[in-house]
């Protein structure tokens, strides 16, 4: 330290320097006025300097930001332009997701605009995430990566595009995980839905919002088929409990600030680019890999049914809500008069137990399941599911056409292609 401190060589000649510029200092300062413009031009400097670095800095994290510049912008608005007459111009959040991907894809098809959203996190696999991702850019859909809860983000969308429509997916999914990690269900499902409402109500035009509520809303409910009528003060997961709140939520910001609004009630929903957490799924997985599967029975052995809603149908319900969806009557945060506010079920309306279901998976593999069977654990999960979807049809003209048989062999066909698995004789492998 003291060899870095001090001059190897001290001597004569750097004690005259030393001397020379103190002179020098002396008399640059040597009168009041002559120090006061001295410091006027340091202040001067500093202020110039700190305002070029600061221009600098922002300049730099605005073209290095995972979002924002000109060619993201103008990404946005070519991907929300309609590209028929009257064509919506929608914001799907949860874009990358099972449900937002194949949503995002038919408005786009047949001619309406779309701009996605989603933060790729990684409860399952964000590979897949990323494939689909990939397979709507290449038909002309932009997806965003970023967080339903970032209000800058949600704000700067809405500058950029006069959404007419909100498709809200984005959410924790999942009845189990919340017993490993509650606090991303409340991040996700309640305080992101807050800030998009509270975003689509100050907004001019306010947009028609159309979001995912869940049949697991139901809860302890006995009677079957459950019913938008039904009670619906029972949860029985915190997953249940958080899509309940949020349609407590919605009806806040319809009855406040004329938001328009539809909650859809999913029913199981299965098919291609479906989630690796659901059973059918993670089924599959595993007697292609010769694992054994769980197959979980309620009490008194009584095997336990789902009313399984392939994915094209319940495309076809959420695109009738947006189409039916009258506008919201508010504007800049200020209601003007009622809006409208629904509610439906998405179902099938054709429970299948859980045995069922692996007999069919087995007859499209061609490989018989390994099965262990054991009693349902005080997860959340409920015994049935069984949808009541008159609403649905009258007012949505909806119909589910696809049954199980069809939907697990479309499903099938589809998760062998994209994980490349061969077929051989005796068999699958990979």
Not at 248 to 255: M, S
Not at 413 to 425: D, E, V
């Amino acid at each position: 330290m003291e060899e870095e401190l001090f001059p190897s060589t001290p001597g004569k000649v750097k004690i005259e320097r030393a001397h020379t510029i103190n002179r020098q200092l002396h008399r640059c300062f040597a009168s009041t006025s002559t120090m006061f413009l001295w410091a006027l031009f340091l202040i001067a400097l500093t202020a110039s300097y700190l305002s070029f670095q600061s221009f600098v800095d922002s300049s730099s994290r605005y073209l290095n930001a995972s979002w924002g510049g000109m060619q993201w912008e103008k990404q946005i608005r070519e991907s929300a332009a309609a590209s028929r007459p009257g064509g919506m111009s929608v914001l799907v959040t949860g874009a990358a997701g099972f449900v937002g991907t194949h949503v995002s894809l038919a408005l786009r098809r047949r001619g309406d605009g779309v701009v996605g959203l989603d933060n790729f996190n990684n409860y399952y696999d964000p590979s897949l995430k990323k494939a689909r991702q990939a397979m709507l850019q290449s038909r002309g859909v932009f997806v965003v990566e970023g967080d339903i809860n970032d209000t800058r983000l949600l704000a700067r969308l809405f500058a950029l595009v006069p959404f007419t429509h909100v498709m809200h997916l984005a959410a924790q999914a999942g009845v189990r995980y919340a017993i490993e990690n509650p606090a991303s269900y409340v991040h996700s499902n309640i305080a992101g839905l807050v800030t998009l409402l509270e975003v689509c109500k100050s907004a001019d035009p306010q947009p028609a919002v159309v979001w995912a509520s869940s049949s697991s809303v139901y809860g302890l409910n006995e009677k079957v088929p459950f019913s938008e009528l039904d009670r619906t003060d029972r949860p029985a997961s915190l997953y249940a409990a958080t899509k309940k709140a949020g349609e407590e939520i919605t009806h806040t910001y319809n009855h406040i600030y004329g938001l328009s609004t539809t909650g859809l009630r999913f029913f199981t929903v299965y098919g291609p680019w479906g989630r690796p957490d659901m059973a059918y799924f993670s089924f599959t997985r595993n007697i292609l890999q010769g694992k054994p599967i769980t197959v979980y029975r309620g009490k008194d052995s009584v095997d336990l049914a789902r009313d399984f809603t392939y994915i094209d149908d319940i495309v076809k319900g959420c695109v009738a809500s947006l189409d039916t969806a009258e506008k919201s009557t508010g504007s800049g945060g200020r209601k003007r008069g009622p809006a409208q506010y629904r509610i439906y079920n998405l179902g099938n309306t054709s429970p299948v137990t859980v045995p069922a279901l692996v007999n069919i998976l087995e007859r499209h593999l061609k490989v018989k399941a390994k099965k262990k069977v054991v009693e349902m654990p005080g997860n959340g999960d409920v015994p049935f599911t069984h949808a009541n979807i008159s609403f649905a049809q009258a007012e949505l003209g909806y119909k589910p056409t696809t049954n199980l048989e069809i939907g697990l062999k479309k499903f099938v066909k589809w998760y062998l292609s994209y994980y490349g698995y061969k077929p051989r004789s005796g068999g699958l492998a990979a």
